[in-house]
Protein backbone atom coordinates (compact mmCIF):
# COMPACT_ATOMS: atom_id res chain seq x y z
CA UNK A 1 0.00 0.00 0.00
CA UNK A 2 3.02 2.26 0.82
CA UNK A 3 4.37 1.40 -3.06
CA UNK A 4 1.44 4.39 -3.38
CA UNK A 5 3.85 7.48 -1.99
CA UNK A 6 7.11 6.64 -3.76
CA UNK A 7 7.86 10.06 -5.99
CA UNK A 8 4.33 11.54 -4.85
CA UNK A 9 4.92 15.34 -3.70
CA UNK A 10 4.07 15.53 0.22
CA UNK A 11 3.83 18.85 1.92
CA UNK A 12 4.11 18.84 5.95
CA UNK A 13 4.07 21.91 8.19
CA UNK A 14 5.15 21.86 11.69
CA UNK A 15 8.28 19.34 10.23
CA UNK A 16 11.16 20.79 12.29
CA UNK A 17 10.28 18.60 15.66
CA UNK A 18 7.83 15.91 16.93
CA UNK A 19 4.93 14.18 14.86
CA UNK A 20 6.15 16.42 11.59
CA UNK A 21 9.66 15.38 11.74
CA UNK A 22 8.79 11.73 12.25
CA UNK A 23 5.85 12.10 9.68
CA UNK A 24 9.12 13.30 6.92
CA UNK A 25 11.47 10.54 7.70
CA UNK A 26 8.69 7.62 7.18
CA UNK A 27 7.74 9.25 3.63
CA UNK A 28 11.50 9.45 2.94
CA UNK A 29 11.96 5.88 3.39
CA UNK A 30 8.47 5.49 1.13
CA UNK A 31 10.17 7.35 -1.21
CA UNK A 32 8.31 10.34 -1.34
CA UNK A 33 9.73 14.29 -2.51
CA UNK A 34 8.93 16.02 0.60
CA UNK A 35 8.45 19.54 0.80
CA UNK A 36 9.08 20.65 4.93
CA UNK A 37 7.99 23.54 6.32
CA UNK A 38 7.84 25.31 9.86
CA UNK A 39 9.75 28.27 11.43
CA UNK A 40 12.72 26.70 12.56
CA UNK A 41 15.28 26.77 9.74
CA UNK A 42 17.92 24.45 11.37
CA UNK A 43 15.94 21.73 12.53
CA UNK A 44 14.70 21.80 9.28
CA UNK A 45 17.85 21.93 7.26
CA UNK A 46 19.23 18.62 9.76
CA UNK A 47 15.96 17.07 8.51
CA UNK A 48 16.34 17.43 5.34
CA UNK A 49 20.18 15.69 5.34
CA UNK A 50 18.56 12.75 7.31
CA UNK A 51 15.90 12.59 4.64
CA UNK A 52 18.23 13.01 1.70
CA UNK A 53 20.32 10.03 3.00
CA UNK A 54 17.02 8.17 2.99
CA UNK A 55 17.00 9.01 -0.74
CA UNK A 56 14.31 11.25 -0.26
CA UNK A 57 14.11 14.78 -2.63
CA UNK A 58 13.75 17.55 -0.10
CA UNK A 59 12.71 21.31 -0.60
CA UNK A 60 13.37 23.18 3.05
CA UNK A 61 10.58 26.39 3.00
CA UNK A 62 10.69 28.34 6.51
CA UNK A 63 7.11 29.27 7.33
CA UNK A 64 4.86 30.82 9.59
CA UNK A 65 1.34 29.24 8.91
CA UNK A 66 -0.53 32.00 10.68
CA UNK A 67 0.55 34.21 8.07
CA UNK A 68 -1.89 33.25 4.72
CA UNK A 69 1.08 34.85 2.74
CA UNK A 70 3.57 32.50 3.31
CA UNK A 71 1.47 29.71 2.97
CA UNK A 72 0.29 30.51 -0.50
CA UNK A 73 4.45 30.74 -1.21
CA UNK A 74 4.63 27.79 0.22
CA UNK A 75 2.57 25.69 -2.12
CA UNK A 76 3.76 27.86 -4.96
CA UNK A 77 7.30 26.98 -4.14
CA UNK A 78 6.47 23.08 -3.90
CA UNK A 79 4.42 23.34 -7.36
CA UNK A 80 7.68 25.41 -8.81
CA UNK A 81 9.91 22.20 -7.24
CA UNK A 82 7.97 19.70 -7.94
CA UNK A 83 5.07 20.27 -10.61
CA UNK A 84 2.19 19.39 -8.84
CA UNK A 85 1.08 18.37 -4.41
CA UNK A 86 -0.09 15.23 -4.02
CA UNK A 87 -0.68 15.35 -0.38
CA UNK A 88 -0.42 18.29 2.37
CA UNK A 89 -0.40 17.56 6.12
CA UNK A 90 -1.54 20.67 8.37
CA UNK A 91 0.64 19.13 11.20
CA UNK A 92 2.20 22.37 13.03
CA UNK A 93 0.42 23.22 16.02
CA UNK A 94 0.64 25.25 19.61
CA UNK A 95 0.09 24.16 23.32
CA UNK A 96 -0.80 26.74 25.79
CA UNK A 97 -1.50 25.32 29.57
CA UNK A 98 -3.69 27.69 32.22
CA UNK A 99 -7.13 28.38 33.73
CA UNK A 100 -9.57 31.12 32.14
CA UNK A 101 -8.48 33.70 34.28
CA UNK A 102 -4.48 33.45 34.00
CA UNK A 103 -4.44 32.58 29.89
CA UNK A 104 -4.23 35.90 28.71
CA UNK A 105 -6.57 36.26 25.76
CA UNK A 106 -4.41 36.99 23.26
CA UNK A 107 -3.10 34.07 23.75
CA UNK A 108 -6.24 32.57 23.19
CA UNK A 109 -6.53 34.72 19.78
CA UNK A 110 -2.96 33.46 18.89
CA UNK A 111 -4.09 29.27 19.61
CA UNK A 112 -6.38 30.16 16.93
CA UNK A 113 -4.04 31.88 14.53
CA UNK A 114 -1.94 29.06 14.68
CA UNK A 115 -3.97 25.75 15.12
CA UNK A 116 -6.86 26.79 13.44
CA UNK A 117 -6.22 29.14 11.04
CA UNK A 118 -2.88 27.46 10.03
CA UNK A 119 -5.27 24.88 9.01
CA UNK A 120 -7.51 26.92 6.70
CA UNK A 121 -4.00 28.70 5.11
CA UNK A 122 -3.15 24.94 4.41
CA UNK A 123 -6.44 23.55 2.95
CA UNK A 124 -7.22 26.27 0.95
CA UNK A 125 -3.52 26.63 -0.75
CA UNK A 126 -3.50 22.59 -0.97
CA UNK A 127 -7.13 22.28 -2.50
CA UNK A 128 -6.71 25.28 -5.09
CA UNK A 129 -3.86 22.94 -6.81
CA UNK A 130 -4.81 19.96 -6.18
CA UNK A 131 -7.80 20.70 -7.64
CA UNK A 132 -6.19 21.53 -10.85
CA UNK A 133 -4.61 17.71 -11.35
CA UNK A 134 -6.33 14.98 -12.81
CA UNK A 135 -5.41 12.75 -9.74
CA UNK A 136 -7.03 15.14 -6.96
CA UNK A 137 -4.46 14.78 -3.80
CA UNK A 138 -5.09 14.46 -0.17
CA UNK A 139 -5.36 17.15 2.54
CA UNK A 140 -4.30 15.58 6.25
CA UNK A 141 -5.04 17.68 9.18
CA UNK A 142 -3.63 16.92 12.10
CA UNK A 143 -5.94 17.89 14.98
CA UNK A 144 -6.02 15.58 18.55
CA UNK A 145 -8.32 14.22 20.83
CA UNK A 146 -8.94 17.91 22.03
CA UNK A 147 -11.15 18.23 18.55
CA UNK A 148 -13.68 15.43 20.54
CA UNK A 149 -13.32 16.11 24.59
CA UNK A 150 -12.21 19.08 26.44
CA UNK A 151 -9.05 19.23 28.25
CA UNK A 152 -9.27 21.11 31.31
CA UNK A 153 -6.43 24.11 32.15
CA UNK A 154 -6.04 23.66 27.78
CA UNK A 155 -9.74 25.96 27.17
CA UNK A 156 -7.44 27.39 24.22
CA UNK A 157 -6.18 24.40 22.54
CA UNK A 158 -9.11 22.44 22.92
CA UNK A 159 -11.27 25.45 21.17
CA UNK A 160 -8.81 25.63 18.55
CA UNK A 161 -8.75 21.87 17.87
CA UNK A 162 -12.98 21.80 18.11
CA UNK A 163 -12.45 24.69 14.98
CA UNK A 164 -10.09 22.41 12.98
CA UNK A 165 -12.61 18.90 13.28
CA UNK A 166 -15.69 21.45 11.74
CA UNK A 167 -13.57 23.42 9.83
CA UNK A 168 -12.22 19.73 8.10
CA UNK A 169 -15.69 18.08 8.09
CA UNK A 170 -17.48 20.96 6.17
CA UNK A 171 -14.53 20.83 3.88
CA UNK A 172 -14.49 17.55 3.50
CA UNK A 173 -18.36 17.34 2.38
CA UNK A 174 -17.95 20.08 -0.03
CA UNK A 175 -15.21 18.62 -1.77
CA UNK A 176 -16.89 15.02 -2.28
CA UNK A 177 -17.27 16.25 -5.78
CA UNK A 178 -13.86 16.55 -6.62
CA UNK A 179 -10.67 13.99 -6.44
CA UNK A 180 -9.58 15.89 -3.67
CA UNK A 181 -10.16 14.30 -0.04
CA UNK A 182 -9.97 15.68 3.73
CA UNK A 183 -8.57 13.66 6.58
CA UNK A 184 -8.92 14.42 10.03
CA UNK A 185 -6.34 12.86 12.58
CA UNK A 186 -7.00 13.06 16.08
CA UNK A 187 -4.39 11.67 18.58
CA UNK A 188 -3.99 11.34 21.97
CA UNK A 189 -1.16 12.49 24.31
CA UNK A 190 1.88 11.94 22.12
CA UNK A 191 5.71 11.68 23.25
CA UNK A 192 6.79 14.94 21.07
CA UNK A 193 8.52 18.60 22.63
CA UNK A 194 4.74 20.10 22.25
CA UNK A 195 4.68 20.10 26.08
CA UNK A 196 8.52 21.90 26.43
CA UNK A 197 7.34 24.05 23.53
CA UNK A 198 4.35 25.51 25.42
CA UNK A 199 3.17 28.87 26.85
CA UNK A 200 2.15 27.85 30.22
CA UNK A 201 0.39 29.74 33.25
CA UNK A 202 -0.15 27.11 35.79
CA UNK A 203 2.97 27.76 38.35
CA UNK A 204 4.07 24.25 37.39
CA UNK A 205 6.10 22.37 34.43
CA UNK A 206 3.66 21.01 32.17
CA UNK A 207 4.14 16.95 30.51
CA UNK A 208 2.55 14.95 27.95
CA UNK A 209 -0.73 13.77 29.91
CA UNK A 210 -1.17 9.80 30.77
CA UNK A 211 -0.82 7.39 28.99
CA UNK A 212 1.39 8.60 26.36
CA UNK A 213 1.61 7.41 22.56
CA UNK A 214 4.10 7.23 20.53
CA UNK A 215 4.89 9.77 17.70
CA UNK A 216 5.62 6.88 15.09
CA UNK A 217 2.63 6.03 15.81
CA UNK A 218 0.80 9.12 14.57
CA UNK A 219 2.84 9.52 11.85
CA UNK A 220 2.13 5.59 10.51
CA UNK A 221 -1.44 6.63 10.72
CA UNK A 222 -0.88 10.07 8.48
CA UNK A 223 0.41 7.94 6.18
CA UNK A 224 -2.07 5.44 5.56
CA UNK A 225 -4.54 8.86 5.32
CA UNK A 226 -2.28 10.18 2.57
CA UNK A 227 -2.79 6.78 0.76
CA UNK A 228 -6.11 5.50 1.67
CA UNK A 229 -7.97 8.64 3.65
CA UNK A 230 -10.47 8.23 5.76
CA UNK A 231 -12.75 11.21 6.99
CA UNK A 232 -11.60 10.80 10.62
CA UNK A 233 -9.70 8.60 13.05
CA UNK A 234 -8.43 8.64 16.28
CA UNK A 235 -4.47 7.40 17.49
CA UNK A 236 -4.39 6.48 20.99
CA UNK A 237 -6.92 4.14 22.36
CA UNK A 238 -8.28 7.09 25.17
CA UNK A 239 -9.22 9.27 22.35
CA UNK A 240 -12.67 7.57 21.29
CA UNK A 241 -13.26 6.14 25.05
CA UNK A 242 -12.87 9.57 26.63
CA UNK A 243 -15.68 10.74 23.10
CA UNK A 244 -17.80 7.59 24.82
CA UNK A 245 -17.75 8.22 28.54
CA UNK A 246 -18.83 11.91 27.38
CA UNK A 247 -21.77 10.82 25.20
CA UNK A 248 -23.07 8.82 28.17
CA UNK A 249 -22.09 10.43 31.10
CA UNK A 250 -21.38 14.11 30.50
CA UNK A 251 -21.11 15.43 34.06
CA UNK A 252 -19.23 12.35 35.41
CA UNK A 253 -16.81 12.64 32.50
CA UNK A 254 -16.61 16.70 33.81
CA UNK A 255 -15.12 15.51 36.64
CA UNK A 256 -12.73 12.56 35.32
CA UNK A 257 -11.44 14.81 33.07
CA UNK A 258 -10.56 17.30 35.60
CA UNK A 259 -8.80 14.95 37.44
CA UNK A 260 -6.90 13.53 33.93
CA UNK A 261 -5.65 17.73 33.77
CA UNK A 262 -3.57 17.09 36.99
CA UNK A 263 -1.54 14.09 35.18
CA UNK A 264 -0.17 17.40 32.45
CA UNK A 265 1.34 19.04 35.67
CA UNK A 266 4.55 17.92 37.33
CA UNK A 267 5.45 19.30 40.76
CA UNK A 268 8.62 20.97 39.40
CA UNK A 269 7.57 25.08 40.14
CA UNK A 270 7.45 27.19 36.27
CA UNK A 271 7.56 30.55 35.27
CA UNK A 272 5.19 31.76 33.62
CA UNK A 273 6.11 31.62 29.60
CA UNK A 274 4.61 31.99 26.30
CA UNK A 275 6.74 29.49 25.21
CA UNK A 276 6.71 29.07 21.40
CA UNK A 277 3.38 30.65 20.65
CA UNK A 278 4.79 33.77 18.77
CA UNK A 279 8.37 33.02 18.58
CA UNK A 280 9.93 29.53 18.23
CA UNK A 281 12.28 28.11 20.69
CA UNK A 282 15.96 26.44 20.36
CA UNK A 283 15.29 23.37 22.23
CA UNK A 284 12.98 20.78 21.29
CA UNK A 285 14.09 20.03 17.84
CA UNK A 286 13.63 16.40 18.21
CA UNK A 287 11.24 13.81 17.34
CA UNK A 288 10.46 12.98 20.82
CA UNK A 289 9.77 14.64 24.31
CA UNK A 290 10.98 12.41 26.73
CA UNK A 291 7.86 10.87 27.85
CA UNK A 292 8.90 7.39 26.76
CA UNK A 293 5.90 6.99 24.72
CA UNK A 294 6.32 3.73 23.46
CA UNK A 295 8.56 1.90 26.10
CA UNK A 296 6.20 2.37 28.85
CA UNK A 297 3.10 0.22 27.76
CA UNK A 298 2.00 -1.09 30.68
CA UNK A 299 1.60 2.08 32.40
CA UNK A 300 -0.67 3.02 29.66
CA UNK A 301 -2.61 -0.30 29.99
CA UNK A 302 -2.59 0.52 33.68
CA UNK A 303 -3.95 3.96 33.32
CA UNK A 304 -6.68 2.85 30.28
CA UNK A 305 -7.52 0.44 32.59
CA UNK A 306 -8.05 2.66 35.27
CA UNK A 307 -9.72 5.42 33.93
CA UNK A 308 -12.46 3.13 32.29
CA UNK A 309 -12.63 1.37 35.96
CA UNK A 310 -13.59 5.57 37.27
CA UNK A 311 -15.49 5.88 34.37
CA UNK A 312 -17.77 2.93 35.01
CA UNK A 313 -18.07 3.24 38.76
CA UNK A 314 -18.83 7.42 38.32
CA UNK A 315 -21.37 6.40 35.50
CA UNK A 316 -23.26 3.93 37.65
CA UNK A 317 -23.38 6.01 40.21
CA UNK A 318 -24.51 8.99 37.65
CA UNK A 319 -27.10 6.30 36.30
CA UNK A 320 -28.82 5.19 39.76
CA UNK A 321 -29.13 9.16 40.63
CA UNK A 322 -31.55 9.72 37.41
CA UNK A 323 -33.31 5.90 37.98
N1 LIG B 1 1.99 15.78 21.39
C1 LIG B 1 0.71 15.53 21.63
O1 LIG B 1 0.33 15.02 22.71
C2 LIG B 1 -0.32 15.82 20.58
C3 LIG B 1 -1.59 15.24 20.74
C4 LIG B 1 -2.58 15.51 19.79
C5 LIG B 1 -2.29 16.35 18.74
N2 LIG B 1 -1.04 16.93 18.62
C6 LIG B 1 -0.82 17.84 17.50
O2 LIG B 1 0.24 17.35 16.71
C7 LIG B 1 0.81 18.45 15.99
C8 LIG B 1 2.32 18.37 16.08
O3 LIG B 1 2.71 18.62 17.42
P1 LIG B 1 3.87 17.82 18.16
O4 LIG B 1 3.24 17.07 19.26
O5 LIG B 1 4.70 17.11 17.19
O6 LIG B 1 4.67 19.02 18.86
P2 LIG B 1 5.98 19.85 18.42
O7 LIG B 1 7.17 18.97 18.45
O8 LIG B 1 5.98 21.06 19.27
O9 LIG B 1 5.69 20.21 16.92
C9 LIG B 1 4.96 21.35 16.54
C10 LIG B 1 5.50 21.81 15.21
O10 LIG B 1 4.76 22.95 14.79
C11 LIG B 1 5.68 23.98 14.41
N3 LIG B 1 5.06 25.30 14.59
C12 LIG B 1 4.61 25.89 15.72
N4 LIG B 1 4.12 27.10 15.45
C13 LIG B 1 4.23 27.27 14.11
C14 LIG B 1 3.90 28.32 13.22
N5 LIG B 1 3.33 29.46 13.65
N6 LIG B 1 4.17 28.16 11.90
C15 LIG B 1 4.76 27.03 11.45
N7 LIG B 1 5.08 26.00 12.23
C16 LIG B 1 4.83 26.13 13.56
C17 LIG B 1 6.89 23.78 15.30
O11 LIG B 1 8.10 24.25 14.72
P3 LIG B 1 8.67 25.74 14.74
O12 LIG B 1 8.67 26.19 16.16
O13 LIG B 1 10.03 25.53 14.15
O14 LIG B 1 7.79 26.57 13.86
C18 LIG B 1 6.96 22.24 15.30
O15 LIG B 1 7.62 21.80 14.13
C19 LIG B 1 0.21 19.72 16.60
O16 LIG B 1 -0.82 20.21 15.76
C20 LIG B 1 -0.37 19.22 17.90
O17 LIG B 1 -1.44 20.02 18.35
C21 LIG B 1 -0.05 16.66 19.50
Same mark, same amino acid.
Given at each position: ???????????????????????????????????????????????????????? #??????????????????????????????????????????? +?????????????????????????????????????????????????????????????????????????????????????????????????????????????????????????????? +??????????????????????????????????????? +???????????????????????????????? #?????????????????? +?????????
Amino acid at each position: MRKKLKDAVIVITGASSGIGRETALQLAKAGARLVLAARREDPLRSLQEECEQAGA #QCLVVPTDVANEDEVSALATQAVQAFGRIDGWVNNAGVYALGS +LEKTPIHVYRRLMDVNYFGVVHGTRAAAAQMKTQERGGVIVNVSSEASNVSVALASAYTASKHAVRGFSSAVRQELLDTAVRVSNVMPAGIDTPLFEHAANYTGKEAKAPEPVYSPEKVAGVILDM +LVRPQAEIYVGATAPLFGAIRHVAPATFDRMMRKQAKSH +LKEAPQAVTEGNLYHPVSHGTSVHGGYHGRSK #QWVRRIAVVTTLGFGAYR +LVRELRQYA
